[in-house]
């Protein structure tokens, strides 16, 4: 506790000793900072302090040549155990007090146990300072939610300054106000030596500790997801990724987790701010459940509705003509809209978002949460994403938006948002902080906020389709055997420079489990992985949180529903071939040591067991074909005129060591198609067996600029 002392000097009359000078003591008592605990009580912000230790030099020399024996001695045992605490000998003590000066440092910072001895030895010429400090016992892996402190020198009631910790990012500064306690004041006089004197006029206000908080998070689970993204990252070689973890009724956010790797060093490190809700992105496919939502729960369409739908759609922009087209070239198909979803049809979607019309789609996006704050951090910093108002849409941007491009979200906004489909239709509020805890102990929970978005059965009809996806379409590698798995894979071109690069992506995948009764909401997301599929990528990150998640809250595995079988025609894209191959693995060459050349030996398969990738022509038979990119391409595909391209993620792009080998994006093949199921008396489309495809494997090729292709996937 540190004190800070004021003073005026009086007279005092004391009996039978005539006039004495006495001095009234002011000292103020700095309060305690509340405390930050995850759901389970444990500490993920606590107080702690260090001391500065002075001594009174002149007082020590007067008191060595002044005193008598038996109190020289006592000074001279004081300063040598003084010394022994701080690490100093006797001799080093010797010179500090040597000084002519009243006030000389002997050590600063000094442990809080080592200050606490050093008081307890009670040397009126020894004087020891508190500064406050804040611990946080799991460092960075914390660190970007929580945030941190600075020490700043505020005025208390009584208009004394004193040193406090302050916010100063993350929930430190959203809950500064309440996590800073009240000073208190202890007032006494003193006479000679720095007695006290008994005084009618001695007060006491005790400092009151701040208000602490439970947040949601479970520090286990955020330090296993904290170990699967950075297995991730080296796996993939992807330059940055989040994994975050909802709770699907209380919206809690039970892990949040944001890596990037250093492009000097080739380190992954944690990001020192929660990324998120500041970072944004183009989400590609994943935006297509929340229009298929719009669609059923309008009664625009039903499961039953059906659409021709053809593997390209041409749409006028400023009296010009803009080519969309989904990935795999098709025959005309006859989809549900079930099948738009599960083969990830970007020319179907686009269908189904100009029956139902730009303002209902755009009034449904705001619905799920998407171009607003959550709450869930410091207002000042989370970001909104980037949607604009229908009124400002493009002649293209019900063919954009629809399909994830051309509006950019928060990693937290698409976990909420997927969450709501999990929830029965209902948007639950994500929460970060769940109760206070009074400085007196009282605890009030925060209530869970929620609002209906769509109906309870357009969110299962929905989530059926989305365990399609997994069974049968991209998302195979996000299932785990003996849970029914939902969700959907994206990967997105990213806007550089006003243009769609065609070499950097993300994927992701976002989902929960079980399916029919869903208990947690997943999102991953990969920044520029090495080939750049969600399925491949993302999905197979997300299998991994469903198993440690499950085994964390002791989720039992469900029996068959007997709904197990694909409701859906699938067509095989590029994608969904690389998914269902066994021997394909999304994995990047090995990062070079810092200053050493890259290798591609030494590459190994992402889960045991599985055979190492063979190297053909300088690149791993794995990833051919993949976003082999560690060197900047130039950037493709214009944005719109009139659309500026949305953020995107911060990561920065990993260049490697001199003469490394930087791999070459394989040219995409001349699109070939499977029909997979085809409707009677279609025939089947020629398959190609080349590599992957343009974007993400399925349907995910947009067209923006005449015949030229943006590709958002699946």
């Keep these: 506790m540190a004190l800070l002392v004021t003073g005026r000097v009086a007279q005092l009359q004391l009996a039978g000793e005539g006039t ?84 000389i440092s002997l050590k600063r910072g000094v442990p809080a146990a080592d200050a606490r001895r050093i008081r307890d030895l ?42 406090d910790l302050t916010g100063r990012s ?53 330090y296993q997801t904290e170990q699967n993204l950075r297995r991730a990252l080296s796996t993939y070689g992807a330059v940055g990724g989040y994994v975050g973890v909802m709770d699907v009724k209380s919206g809690d956010l039970l892990a949040s987790v944001s890596m990037k790797v250093d492009p000097e060093t080739g380190l992954i490190e944690s990001k020192g701010y929660n990324a998120g809700v500041i970072d944004t992105y183009e989400p590609g496919s994943t935006m297509k459940p929340f229009t298929m939502a719009a669609a059923l729960d309008s009664g625009t369409v039903t499961t039953e509705t059906r659409f021709n739908v053809q593997d390209n759609l041409i749409m006028k922009f400023k009296n010009e003509q803009k080519r969309f087209k989904d990935d795999t070239p098709h025959k005309q198909q006859y989809w549900s809209v079930r099948d738009i979803l599960v083969n990830s049809s970007n020319v179907g979607t686009i269908t189904v978002a100009r029956k139902l019309g730009p303002e209902a789609v755009n009034a449904n996006l705001k619905q799920f949460g998407f171009g607003a704050k959550t709450g869930i ?27 994830g491009q051309g509006i950019s979200v928060s990693p937290i906004q698409m976990l909420a948002a997927m969450n709501s489909l999990a929830a029965d239709g209902t948007y639950v509020t994500p929460r970060l ?33 989305l365990a399609d996806v997994v069974r049968a379409g991209t998302g195979k590698r996000a299932a785990v055997a003996g849970y029914e798995v939902a969700g959907k894979t994206g990967t997105a071109q990213k806007a550089e420079k006003g243009r769609y690069s065609e070499t950097a992506y993300v994927a992701s995948f976002a989902g929960f489990f079980p399916a029919a009764a869903p208990k947690l909401s997943i999102l991953v997301i990969l920044d520029e992985p090495y080939e750049q599929y969600g399925g491949l990528t993302a999905a197979p990150v997300f299998a991994d949180m469903v198993r440690v998640t499950a085994q964390r809250y002791r989720i039992a595995p469900q029996r068959a529903t007997g709904q197990d079988k694909t409701q859906s025609q699938v067509l095989v894209t590029p994608e969904l071939r690389a998914v269902n191959d066994p021997t ?42 993949g976003a082999a990119r560690r060197t900047a391409a130039p950037a493709t595909d214009p944005i719109p005129p009139g659309k500026k391209a949305s953020t995107g993620s911060s990561s920065r792009k990993l260049v490697p060591a001199d003469g490394a080998p930087t791999p070459v994006r394989a040219k995409p093949p001349v699109a070939q198609s499977d029909a997979g199921q085809p409707n009677p008396g279609q025939p089947d489309a020629g398959q190609s067996d080349a590599g992957p495809g343009r974007a993400d494997g399925g349907t995910g090729a947009v067209g923006l600029a005449g015949d030229a292709v943006t590709k958002v996937g699946q």
């Design 20 to 103: 004495k000078i006495a001095t009234e003591r002011r000292q103020v008592l700095s309060a305690a900072r509340g405390d930050l605990l995850d759901r389970t009580g444990q500490p993920l912000a606590v107080n702690d302090s260090v001391g500065d230790v002075f001594v009174d030099a002149i007082g020590v020399n007067n008191g060595l040549t002044a005193w008598g024996p038996k109190d020289r001695a006592a000074l001279q045992n004081d300063l040598h155990e003084v010394g022994v605490l701080l690490g100093l000998t006797d001799a080093q003590v010797g010179e500090k007090v040597a000084a002519d000066s009243r006030w």
């Design 433 to 465: 902080v769940t109760a206070s805890i009074a400085a007196d102990g009282t605890r009030i929970e925060r209530p869970v906020q929620q609002r209906r978005v769509v109906r309870s059965d357009t969110a299962s009809e929905v989530r059926s389709m």
């Design 377 to 403: 951090a410091d207002p000042k910093s989370e970001s909104a994403g980037i949607m604009r108002d229908v009124k400002d849409w493009s002649g293209v941007d019900i063919g954009t938006v629809p399909i």
């Design 584 to 625: 394909r693995h999304a994995i990047a060459p090995v990062r070079p040591a810092p200053g050493q050349p890259a290798t591609l030996d030494g590459v190994s398969a992402s889960d045991p067991g599985s055979a190492p990738a063979s190297v053909v022509g300088g690149v791993p038979t794995s990833v051919v074909g």
């Design 122 to 163: 009670k040397q009126t010429l020894i004087t020891v300072i508190d500064r406050p400090r804040r611990v946080y016992p799991d460092g960075d892996i914390i660190r970007g939610l929580v945030g941190s402190v600075q020490i700043s020198n505020t005025k208390t009631a009584s208009g004394v300054a004193i040193d």
């Design 170 to 222: 993350g929930l430190e500064k959203l809950l500064d106000k309440e996590l800073t306690g009240i000073p208190g004041e202890l007032l006494t006089e003193r006479g000679p030596g720095n007695r006290e004197i008994p005084s009618p006029n001695r007060r006491l206000v005790p400092a009151q500790k701040g208000t602490s908080f439970v947040l949601s998070l479970d520090r286990s689970l955020q």
